[in-house]
């Protein structure tokens, strides 16, 4: 069974430490993204990446950084956790052509910052 | 105006009735089109795709093109409470983008027993 695997289910954080949010993919795709979901606003992407070691903005990037040094693996780090990065974060994955088979996401990350 | 655009709902429907959701978007070029199924506090997962005008039928789903118009529909035939999600509707906008998932933000569907 193909999986996006994200380390955590749910994770406290303090504000001002640095988190670290990870992404196992086991189904060779080319593209990773992160995301991020709150209530009212959909999905935002925060990075995507199409390739090892190459990364792209998306929508929100203030704030975050990402790290893709192997193919499979894909990190979104907050610099300095704060109260509104509280939110539901997703990772997801494709194909280098998205629009044969789409996405696939991993379970999720809720994360609360205090 | 939105690139991709659902009705929020919630759209309730009685056990057994057809649901019918769905979604409107801008770019004239775009080509593939996805329905993804949320339960609430869990990831979106992918029901159905759609590339050509016409429908797409698959169990008790079926998706609805016509590019003409830029809508993409997705029926639900025989409605379960099981069914209860939010419908994400996604789409490859046309050009240099073909990775990038542009979506909705989700129609909430309530199937009462």
């Known amino acids: 069974d193909v999986k996006v695997t994200q380390s955590s289910r749910y994770l406290v954080k303090r504000t001002g430490e640095k988190v670290f949010l990870e992404c196992v993919q086991d189904m060779d795709h080319e593209n990773m993204f992160w995301y991020r979901q709150d209530p009212g606003l959909g999905l935002r992407l925060i990075y995507f990446s199409y390739d090892v070691k190459m990364k792209e903005k998306g929508d929100i990037p203030e704030g975050y950084s990402v790290s893709r040094e192997k193919k499979e693996r894909f990190s979104l780090i907050l610099e300095s956790a704060s109260t509104n990065q509280t939110s539901m974060y997703l990772c997801?994955?494709?194909?280098?052509?998205?629009?044969?088979?789409?996405?696939?996401f991993g379970s999720g990350t809720r994360l609360t910052v205090v | 105006q939105k690139e991709v655009e659902q009705n929020s709902g919630p759209l309730s429907v009685p056990e057994g009735a057809i649901a019918s959701l769905n979604c409107t978007y801008s770019?004239?070029?775009?080509?593939?089109f996805f329905w993804y199924r949320q339960y609430s506090g869990k990831s979106p997962e992918l029901i159905m795709s759609i590339y050509s005008n016409g429908d797409k039928e698959d169990g008790r789903f079926t998706a609805q093109l016509n590019k003409a118009s830029q809508y993409v529909s997705l029926l639900i035939r025989d409605s379960q409470p099981s069914d209860s999600a939010t419908y994400l509707c996604a789409v490859i906008p046309g050009g240099k983008s073909s990775y990038k998932l542009i979506f909705g933000s989700g129609t909430r569907l309530l199937v009462r027993p």
């Open positions: 997801a994955s494709s194909f280098s052509d998205t629009g044969v088979y789409g996405y696939t």
């Open positions: 770019d004239r070029g775009s080509q593939s």
